[in-house]
Nanobody
Framework: VQLQASGGGLVQAGGSLNLSCAAS????????MGWYRQAPEKERELVAR???????IYTDSVKGRFTISRDNAKKTLYLQMNRLNTEDTAVYYC?????????WGKGTLVTVSS
């Protein structure tokens, strides 16, 4: 499974970004698919993901601000990020689990300025 994330950039606090992850397989076929992030000197953490049943999980700090979605026909996963703050600054990674194997895309950097 190949994953290609895009859409990162520099944004002011309070702004929005929409990340995309183009996959080589439909998100519908994945056991799980989502977004993780890693801030400087911090461990990688879950941001949001779909599980195999199609339900979504969000980390508490992004609930109400971020929305994960997918377009199975386009084989693309999205992360709409609103009301960004400086603590959202990180490299964002697209993730997929397929037949018990974990796949990661190269990250896309999101920088939120105050």
């Amino acid at each position: 499974v190949q994953l290609q994330a895009s859409g990162g950039g520099l944004v002011q606090a309070g702004g929005s970004l929409n990340l995309s992850c183009a996959a080589s397989l439909s998100p519908f076929s994945m056991n799980a698919m989502g977004w993780y992030r890693q801030a400087p000197e911090k461990e990688r953490e879950l941001v949001a993901r779909f599980n195999s049943a199609g339900s979504t999980i969000y980390t508490d700090s992004v609930k109400g601000r971020f929305t994960i979605s997918r377009d199975n026909a386009k084989k693309t996963l999205y992360l709409q990020m609103n009301r960004l703050n400086t603590e959202d600054t990180a490299v964002y990674y697209c993730y997929a689990r397929w037949y018990g194997l974990d796949f990661w895309g190269k990250g896309t950097l999101v920088t939120v300025s105050s």
